[in-house]
């Protein structure tokens, strides 16, 4: 049968900033050592047993059947307490529970986008947002964000703003370069004079490396009642797989955005809640929190001094999450051509820059949560890479 697709579904592909993952499989099945720098997740961390048990516990308790929309009570008054930490005072009806921050990004953008909308949106920045946007007929409207550090541009994204913009995009700490965003509160003074809101994925407020802080947009004056918080469990206790993270809006948002889910997930599995629940609320798994983050700032120290040592390689600190982003211009390659060179040569996997917009040309991503000894075989190998390039 020969299927006639929507056109609204033009722009499915593969997800980019995945392509190296599969690259580096096929290159894997084919007999090659292959060191793992370019995954979003973890290499030799567990989820913290407190977390782990409590989700067994809730199994056989029985927290296996339906449950309601939009979360456990308990659950969403712990994660209003968490915003409430933040500087947003929140009420539970605020909350929603979601399967992930990117089901909660896909729900707001759904919810609220609609064709012919502009949003603004970082370049680099996280593909998904892109896709739903397009998805709806809306128009990505790309925010170059100032080199060397991925700042915003402030009068350059006053001049995006058009009648159209129903919506900014801010991550922080951001992904794919782990720079914490300096100037929300200018970002939120547009928002304010234009009347556009602001969806604000919060996904590694919990991994911020000490001086820096998270500033969440919505405890900015006058930012509440026109911004969308999202965040997960995913990154901050190691629960990646468990799929769960949420949303915190004005109640008008999130009503609508708990139809979307009730038609569609239904709800997130009971236990998976009340596992969160433990995370968010539990001492020991707050303790496992800062551990992972003081883990954490030590491989970024390691990454970075030794990435410091290729002559050709720019590299600023990352401030929060666990990649670091190299700028590679150096070595006279497109991000791609030297990703592709050093996963089929050097069997180093990691993600051109390019993979999370055209501003991310001329650096490579790479994920510090590996084991020290991959960190160290990974950039010695990056090295010779490189020499070899300059002979
Ligand atoms: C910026 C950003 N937002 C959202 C997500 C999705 O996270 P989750 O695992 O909670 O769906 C990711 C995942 O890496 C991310 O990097």
Redesign the pocket.
């Known amino acids: 049968m020969k299927i006639k697709w929507p056109k609204r579904i033009a722009h499915f592909e593969q997800p980019r900033q995945w392509e190296s993952m599969r690259i580096a499989k096929e290159l894997e099945a084919k007999g090659m050592k292959m060191l793992h720098f370019e995954e979003?997740d973890f290499t030799g961390y567990r989820t913290p047993d407190v977390i782990a048990e409590a989700a067994i516990k809730a199994i056989k308790e029985g927290y296996t059947k339906y449950v309601p929309g939009p979360g456990l009570p308990e659950l969403r008054e712990a994660i209003a307490e968490e915003m409430e930490r933040r500087g947003r005072p929140t009420d539970p009806e605020e909350v929603i529970v979601t399967s992930?921050?990117?089901?909660a990004?896909t729900c707001a953008l759904l919810t609220i986008i609609d064709e012919g909308d502009e949003v603004i949106f970082p370049n680099p920045g996280?593909p998904?947002d892109e896709f739903w946007i397009k998805y709806v007929g809306g128009k990505p409207v790309y925010a170059p964000l100032t080199r060397p550090d991925f700042q915003w541009d402030i009068d350059a994204l006053q001049e995006l703003v058009t009648d159209r913009t129903k919506m900014i995009i801010v991550?922080t700490p951001q992904?794919p370069n782990g720079m914490v965003v300096k100037n929300v509160k200018e970002i939120a003074e547009v928002a304010i004079d234009n009347d556009i809101l602001v969806l604000s994925?919060e996904?590694f407020s919990k991994m911020v490396y000490p001086p820096n802080k998270h500033v969440s947009i919505a405890s900015v004056p006058g930012m509440e009642d026109r911004t969308i918080v999202?965040d997960?469990?995913?990154?901050p206790y190691i629960m990646?797989g468990w799929?769960i993270?949420w949303a915190v809006a004005p109640k008008e948002i999130i009503e609508k955005m708990s139809i979307f889910l009730q038609n569609s997930i239904t709800n997130v599995a009971a236990f998976v809640q009340k596992a969160a629940y433990v995370a968010l609320t539990h001492p020991e798994a707050q303790e496992a929190n800062k551990n992972l983050v003081k883990d954490l700032q030590k491989k970024r120290d390691r990454i970075v001094n030794k990435l410091r040592g290729v002559p050709e390689f720019k590299v600023v600190e990352p401030e929060g999450a666990f990649y670091v982003f190299p700028n590679i211009e150096g070595t006279g390659k497109s991000s791609k051509e030297f990703t592709r060179y050093l996963m089929e040569k050097y069997g180093v996997a990691v993600v051109a820059g390019t993979a999370f917009g055209s501003n991310g040309e001329g650096h490579i991503r790479m994920t510090f949560a590996v084991p020290n000894e991959v960190i160290d075989e990974g950039v010695e190998r990056i090295k010779a890479a490189v020499e070899s390039l300059g002979g």
Not at 232 to 235: E, G, N, P, Y
């Open positions: 979003g992930g921050a990117k089901f990004l996280y998904p991550n992904r994925d996904i999202v997960t469990f995913s990154k990646t799929r993270g």
